[in-house]
């Protein structure tokens, strides 16, 4: 493979296409590799690309580097490739084999120059990130071996997932099993039900013979385990299976039990700290099992901890102005953000779980201060209510949970279903949608997204299905037209109910700007061991025509003429952002990204957070991030930045970085006016 860097090519590439052909242009527009290839997948100083179905290598000037004689292809992990040719042996094909595309290919692995250094000989390949470990599947069963073809270990294995420090969690068949309750295919999505797990080392040897029931990956070194748990057949979600009983508890990437098996859950640890239950108590323990008695509250935010069993924070709830007046007493227990003139707020407890605002949107802001208590309160006990702008409350507390108003209705959830009420607290829509929902329910534009057993469409006002409920999911309506799944294929309809872009993505945006984020997949196999690397986001127009070919690892929406978009970089997601032509104004440079809002936006690398324009232009002195990146200290929130200080409490800066609300709280909201407008 040429790897000669030119400094004469651009930094800054975008993808083109012409018909069915794609290259790459600049930023200026200039062509730089042209449209000539039926896929072009973009690799650092060359790209993959595809021509009368096969695929090679080409370098930014286009030219062949590695000649296209391949089925498929995998990116470069140091000097080899995985890549695979048809099968010299047919395979007869049921319908069911029909289905599955890559059974008549055979992986190897190539090098620089294109040619094979182990021979396509296997079912697939997994060339682990480190460049030196092969996992492969021979006999539909899973070995290690290294790139020179050594067999580390026989292909024994039902799964083997990706080494971290040296080891990688291997599953054995449970001869008990009739079989595996959760097909592998050699990705590290792939969720294994069933089976005995274990671990291995790069050579192979066994560091924890198969005999756990499931063991997770590795995090701050270790990996939690369980013992004598059960796989239940029962799914969820069409494919998940639940672990049953047994106990938890923490091993080392040298399969030492660290913590031993006497929890009934945990979480995986996250710098330092677990979150683990143990006969009805939760608490946060270190790397070493000792229960922590009373951590403070960076920690408890870093980890997501609501409230706790031995301990919790008691939170109160209420409301400021901008100028950091309270307006409305913290009183609450739980609070939502203001819609339509009405906030819901429920009962404060000695000892209340930590709100989830993440389903709505700006209030005037809510804050929390909190104390220690050692109570400790099940969530069915929380009732809510709506208070006004005065805090009156105004519909009693009544409701398990509930939605903020819009459209003049609420969604709320009593005995078991969700319904609608108007702000007198009246059942206009009443109990009758699932519970079990992947969105919140809520009326936009006159009508709601709902759900009944399983499927969804619209409803008005009245409850009348105006869109029938015959989709697997959807999403609300945005300029016009709502994302539908069918089967695992998601297109769009219009307010009729008409499908205007047929299903054929993986993976949907909303239109904003006239533009949506889709993502579908490639017909290339990828043996990359990090996650979607098969998967390809782009933009399309309203008619289902690409207005940004997929080339992005992933994408967000447009606003202000900008997209967030990412690419895979050493082996972690670059952020930058292109525009509604597709070009890269600002270079995927960054860990973390926010939309631009009145044109500045809020940029974040690993160590240091900072507001650029819409030329990348950096408009004030980076600071310093807390615990990573992506505003576990700094939130950008309608022109104020929520911050927190050294003491770990919440208060608010502008974006120069000066506090214009003193650090003084617990968490913190969004601003925006009582009646929900900005």
């Known amino acids: 493979m040429d790897a000669q860097k030119s400094a004469s090519l651009p930094d800054k590439l975008a993808p083109v296409q012409v018909g069915m052909r794609y290259g790459l242009k600049d930023m200026q527009g ?3 590799i042209p449209a000539l290839f039926e896929a072009l997948i973009p690799d650092g100083d060359s790209c993959r690309a595809r021509t009368h179905g096969k695929w090679g290598l080409v370098n930014l000037r286009g030219e062949w580097v590695v000649q296209p004689l391949f089925e498929a292809l995998d990116k470069f992990y140091g000097r080899f490739a995985v890549a695979a040719r048809k099968d010299s042996v047919a395979v007869p094909k ?3 084999l029909q289905q599955q595309t890559n059974l008549d290919l055979k992986y190897g692995l190539i090098g620089q120059d294109g040619a094979w250094v182990i021979k396509p000989l296997y079912e697939k390949l997994v060339l682990c990130t480190n460049g030196t470990v092969i996992l492969y599947k021979k006999f539909n069963l899973w070995g290690v071996m290294t790139v020179d073809g050594k067999k580390q270990t026989l292909p024994v294995y039902e799964a083997i997932f990706p080494f971290t420090d040296g080891a990688a969690v291997v599953v054995y068949k449970d001869p008990s099993e009739i079989s595996m309750l959760s097909a592998y295919y050699g990705s590290p999505d792939e969720t294994v039900t069933g089976g ?23 995090h701050d070194g270790l990996a939690a385990f369980n013992e004598g748990g059960t796989w239940g057949a029962i799914q969820r979600y069409g494919s998940t299976k639940a672990l049953r009983n047994g106990k938890w ?6 399969g030492r039990i660290v913590i031993p098996a006497t929890y009934e859950s945990v979480n995986e640890f996250d710098e330092g700290v677990a979150l683990v239950t143990k006969e009805g108590s939760t608490y946060l323990i270190d790397k070493v099992g000792h229960k922590l008695a009373r951590p403070d509250s960076g920690i408890l935010k870093r980890v997501g901890v609501p ?3 031995t301990f919790c924070q008691a939170p109160a709830w209420g409301f400021i102005d901008t100028a950091g007046r309270m307006v409305i007493a913290a009183a609450y227990g739980n609070a939502r953000p203001f819609q339509n003139g009405l906030a819901a707020v429920s009962q404060s407890t000695p000892c209340d779980r930590q709100t989830d605002l993440s389903a709505g949107t700006a209030s005037n802001s809510l804050i929390r201060n909190s104390g220690v208590h050692n109570v400790r309160v099940n969530e069915g006990e929380e009732q809510w209510g709506y208070i006004d702008a005065s805090g009156t409350l105004v519909i009693p507390y009544q409701f398990t949970r509930c939605v903020d108003f819009s459209d003049g209705l609420a969604a709320v959830f009593k005995e078991g279903s969700w319904g609608f009420i108007n702000k007198k607290g009246e059942w206009v829509i009443s109990p009758r949608y699932d519970d079990d929902t992947q969105c919140h329910y809520r009326f936009k534009d006159g009508l709601a997204l709902v759900s009944i057993q399983g499927k969804w469409g619209f409803v008005d006002h009245a409850g009348k299905q105006v869109i029938p409920l015959v989709y697997t999911l959807a999403d609300e309506f945005e300029e016009g037209l709502a994302a539908v799944r069918i089967g695992d294929s998601w297109g769009f309809i ?6 205007v872009i ?11 700007e006239g533009l949506a984020n889709v993502r579908k997949r490639q017909s290339v196999y990828s043996s990359n061991t990090s996650t979607d690397t098969d998967f390809l986001y782009g933009y399309i127009h309203k008619n289902g025509n690409w207005a940004v070919p997929p080339a992005y690892t992933d994408a967000r929406d ?3 003429g900008m997209a967030a978009v990412a690419g895979m970089k050493n082996g972690s997601l670059q952020w930058g952002y292109i525009n509604a032509s597709g070009s890269l104004v600002i270079a995927e440079k960054y860990q973390a990204v926010k939309p631009f809002e009145k044109g500045i936006a809020y940029v974040c690398t690993q160590t240091q957070g900072n507001y650029i324009d819409h030329s990348g232009n950096n408009l004030t002195t980076p600071v310093d991030v807390a615990y990573g990146y992506e505003g576990s200290k700094y939130k950008l929130i309608n022109g104020f930045t929520a911050a927190i200080d050294p003491a770990n409490l919440w208060g608010f800066k502008d974006k120069h970085f000066n506090w214009v609300i003193k650090p003084e709280y617990e968490q913190v909201s969004h601003f925006t006016r009582i009646n929900g407008h900005e």
Not at 196 to 218: R, T
Not at 249 to 254: E, S
Request: aromatic fraction near 18%; charge should be positive; glycine fraction near 10%.
């Open 494 to 499: 219009d307010r009729q109910g008409q499908m």
């Open 30 to 32: 200039k062509t730089v």
């Open 94 to 96: 049921t319908y069911y």
């Open 307 to 309: 409230a706790l069993t």
């Open 249 to 254: 508890g923490f091993l080392d990437v040298q």
């Open 196 to 218: 005995k797990w274990g671990v291995i080392d790069q050579q192979g040897k066994e560091l924890i013979a198969p005999h756990y029931a499931y063991i997770g990956s590795f």
């Open 558 to 560: 447009f606003n202000e």
């Open 502 to 512: 047929k299903p054929q993505f993986n993976v949907v945006g909303s239109f904003k």
